[in-house]
């Protein structure tokens, strides 16, 4: 039932900056590990970096350097802050959670979001 969004997408130049959020549909308690992914049409989903529950994050090699992921656990939100971004940058941007805790004690596992177009492009 509950299922995540993201938001922020959008046209950008190369060097621009855009700033995704990921946040739950409706109110919950909290959201686990939140991993963020990003595919072009006809390739595989690749990893963008994760963020764990208490804040560690950890990075694909191509964008460490450029990209940031953050939480607000008040907010249960996730953000992607994407520095310097390149063409290659350019694909749909998904967030992923390991765990929602929901009123009434109930938990769902592995909830994913529809996605959010980044395109960097002059």
């Known amino acids: 039932q509950v299922q995540l969004v993201e938001s922020g997408g959008g046209l950008v130049q190369p060097g621009g900056s855009l700033r995704l959020s990921c946040a739950a549909s409706?109110?919950?308690?909290?959201?686990?590990?939140v991993t963020w992914y990003r595919q072009v049409p006809g390739k595989q989903r690749e990893l963008v970096g994760t963020?764990?529950?208490?804040?560690?994050?950890t990075y694909a090699d191509s964008v460490k350097g450029r990209f940031t992921i953050s939480r607000d656990n008040a907010k249960n939100t996730v953000y992607l802050q994407m520095n310097s971004l390149k063409p290659e940058d350019t694909a749909v941007y998904y967030c992923n959670t390991n765990r929602v805790r929901a009123p009434g004690g109930r938990s769902e596992y592995d909830v994913w979001g529809q996605g959010t177009q980044v395109t960097v492009s002059s």
């Open positions: 963020i764990t529950s208490g804040g560690s994050t």
């Open positions: 409706r109110s919950i308690f909290s959201i686990g590990h």
